[in-house]
């Protein structure tokens, strides 16, 4: 239920901007996927895809040639421990696939580049299928669950960081009830309950 509304915010989150940013030519819309080699923890491996995506957007090369974008993380479980990875989609000119891979070698441990342009009316529907798409097994689940507690999954970039900071944000609505409320229970205190309205 969670993942469900989740991807559905999102998709909100990425039409909104989308329909702002529409990008011209010779600025057009990339798919685009960054890994890095297999980690023994969900959370280290994220802290190093992070940091090396910072690293990344910080060159000269990706300044000149990227607007702006949004990111999903990715983590699956493979043979060797956990395989976090980035799927990105972004407003850029064009960038040689050759040049991607050897700054994301020299700002990172990994070697995965993959890079291809999409239609923008297709970029939502890339992206938002990776939106808390979580690891098949129950046990996975469960840690990869404990570990990215309070980490964010989904998140905006250059330009975009702006545009999205200026979009509404779209209320949730309970799958049951179809209420826009939240509800705190103190445990301490009998029958005492507080509502408010949605940020």
């Known amino acids: 239920?969670?993942?469900?509304?989740?991807?559905?915010?999102?998709?909100?989150?990425?039409?909104?901007?989308?329909?702002?940013?529409?990008?011209?030519?010779?600025?057009?819309?990339?798919?685009l996927t960054l890994?890095?080699?297999n980690t023994d923890t969900i959370r280290g491996g994220i802290d190093v895809l992070r940091t090396s995506f910072k690293k990344l957007r910080n060159t000269k090369r990706?300044?000149?040639?990227?607007?702006g974008g949004l990111y999903v993380i990715e983590v699956?479980?493979?043979?060797?421990g956990w395989h976090p990875h980035l799927h990105i989609?972004?407003?850029?000119?064009?960038?040689?696939?050759?040049?991607?891979?050897k700054q994301w070698m020299r700002c990172s441990p990994g070697r995965g580049v993959w890079i291809e342009d999409v239609p923008t009316k297709q970029a939502v529907s890339y992206i938002t299928k990776y939106v808390n798409k979580a690891p098949a097994s129950i046990t996975d689940t469960r840690?990869?669950?404990?570990?990215?507690?309070?980490?964010?999954m989904f998140q905006t970039f250059g330009t975009w960081h702006t545009i999205e900071a200026d979009l509404p944000r779209p209320r949730y609505k309970c799958p049951d009830c179809g209420q826009s409320c939240w509800m705190v229970v103190w445990d301490t205190i009998d029958a005492i309950t507080m509502r408010a309205g949605a940020p």
Do not use: N
């Open 35 to 37: 890994t890095i080699p």
């Open 143 to 152: 840690e990869y669950s404990y570990d990215l507690r309070g980490t964010r």
């Open 89 to 101: 989609l972004m407003e850029s000119r064009y960038y040689k696939w050759e040049q991607l891979l």
């Open 1 to 31: 239920m969670c993942s469900t509304h989740k991807r559905k915010r999102a998709k909100a989150r990425i039409d909104g901007i989308l329909s702002v940013a529409r990008p011209k030519p010779p600025y057009r819309i990339k798919f």
């Open 62 to 67: 990706w300044k000149r040639l990227v607007r």
């Open 76 to 80: 699956k479980r493979g043979k060797q």
